[in-house]
């Protein structure tokens, strides 16, 4: 799956030339993804350029897309009218949105277009429209699953979260801290994500201050969140109006402090996530970036006590390690436990006495299901684990004199 950004300005245009280099057009993000299939978030002044850019692309080939609007501020709308494509016969749009307040998706995205605010209506565009409001059930759009939470914004607001081609992106703009319910719901949703874009309009300060209660947040509370759902990458996004290019540069470096996988959102960015093995994020807490990770493919066997109370064991494949956590795929019934003990045997020999197992005691972090391509892996489970401490060597590699202290369940 790939981003491109057509538009990062928050709140109104800004075509200043001491903003050129994040770009002065507001919300619109292009996601490709590896079928082709074309997806748009928010459709601000950023979709003119991407419709132009689509007609050159495609010729006289038909154009589908499927349109994703956080909410209908002129800021995420404000393009519509300017996206040649949609005057094209053939071309097919599917517009969604998640109806947060009552208000109806096609006369919202339609008014703007009516008099005497524009000078032609919507009945001239040629190409074929669909509206759905599609509450916060997660839909399927070819391969990727997108699923949708509430923000808390004047008139609402959502943020979606993407997962295709085994990565994830999640798109959280306009939004403002402070509500316990939406607070929640932006971590749940950021959970494990391998790049989340955060409204950073303002500063901590203006937040407390003369902006609160305008709908946005910054980008001290967009690394706090990063770091509680243990993000890969962090990007800030709605720059503010009055940010130029060197507030933003300041705002990314201070950012970086605390979470050094940050970077601002610029026009014309792309962004492309790669694919993991098996499918599906490979997060450990928000350790992962401080740590070297290893991608291997290699057996671990993994004890854990069931809910009926006796150990069980298996061997799992483990396919990525670093030293603070691990990546397994294990059978679905080890959904109800947290705690665990892993039996790591390194794929050579360590000192005389040959191959030596380590036991550790681990914590489940996250769960998912798998639903990779590999041999074996489909229907199982996901699991990113926290190692908790070294437990020394396992039962197994130890004298027959020490007691074993995980018997194979019978
Ligand atoms: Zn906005
Ligand atoms: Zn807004």
């Known amino acids: 799956m790939t981003l491109k950004f057509w538009g990062v300005r928050g709140s109104t245009p800004t075509p200043e030339r001491r903003n050129s280099r994040y770009g002065g057009n507001t919300a619109c993000l292009e996601i490709r993804l590896n079928d082709g299939t074309l997806i748009i978030l928010d459709c601000g002044s950023g979709l003119r350029a991407l419709g132009k850019s689509l007609i050159r692309e495609f010729g006289a080939q038909q154009i589908t897309a499927f349109l994703f609007l956080t909410h209908f501020h002129w800021d995420h709308i404000q393009g519509i009218p300017f996206f ?8 097919r749009f599917f517009f969604h949105s998640v109806s947060t307040k009552g208000l109806e998706l096609e006369s919202a995205v339609e008014g703007q277009m009516a008099s005497p605010y524009f000078p032609v209506d919507m009945s001239i565009m040629g190409s074929v429209r669909s509206f759905y409001d599609i509450g916060t059930s997660a839909i399927t759009v070819s391969n990727a699953v997108i699923t949708s939470t509430v923000l808390n914004h004047p008139q609402g607001s959502v943020a979606y979260r993407v997962e295709a081609d085994g990565g994830s992106a999640v798109y959280a703009t306009d939004t403002e801290p402070g509500s316990p319910l939406h607070d929640q719901n932006v971590r749940k949703i950021a959970r494990g994500a391998d790049l989340f874009i955060y409204d950073s309009q303002y500063t901590l300060e203006q937040l407390q201050n003369e902006k609160k209660g305008w709908g946005h947040s910054s980008w001290e509370e967009g690394v ?5 759902a243990g993000v890969r990458q962090f990007m800030l996004f709605h720059h503010d109006p009055d940010h130029d290019d060197a507030n933003i540069d300041s705002l990314v470096v201070q950012a970086r402090e605390r979470f050094p996988n940050s970077i ?4 014309g960015m792309v962004v492309e996530i790669p694919q993991r093995t098996p499918r599906g994020a490979v997060t450990v807490g928000s350790e992962r970036r401080q740590d070297e990770r290893y991608a291997i493919s290699l057996p671990m066997k993994v004890a854990w006590m069931t809910r009926a109370g006796s150990l069980r064991e298996e061997v799992v494949q483990a396919y990525n390690v670093s030293r603070k956590g691990v990546y397994f795929v294990a059978p679905a ?6 705690v665990f003990y892993l039996d790591f045997t390194p794929p050579w020999d360590v000192g005389p006495a040959g191959r030596v197992s380590i036991r550790f005691q681990g914590e489940v972090v996250r769960l998912e299901n798998v639903t990779g391509k590999e041999e074996g892996v489909a229907g199982k489970l996901g699991v990113a684990a926290r190692i908790v401490k070294p437990l020394g060597p396992a039962a197994r590699a130890r004298s027959t004199r020490s007691k074993p202290r995980i018997r194979r369940k019978k």
């Open 84 to 91: 040649l494509p949609l005057y094209r016969k053939g071309n």
């Open 224 to 228: 706090k969140i990063a770091l509680e």
């Open 264 to 267: 601002a959102a610029a026009e």
């Open 333 to 338: 019934e080890m959904a109800a436990e947290k």
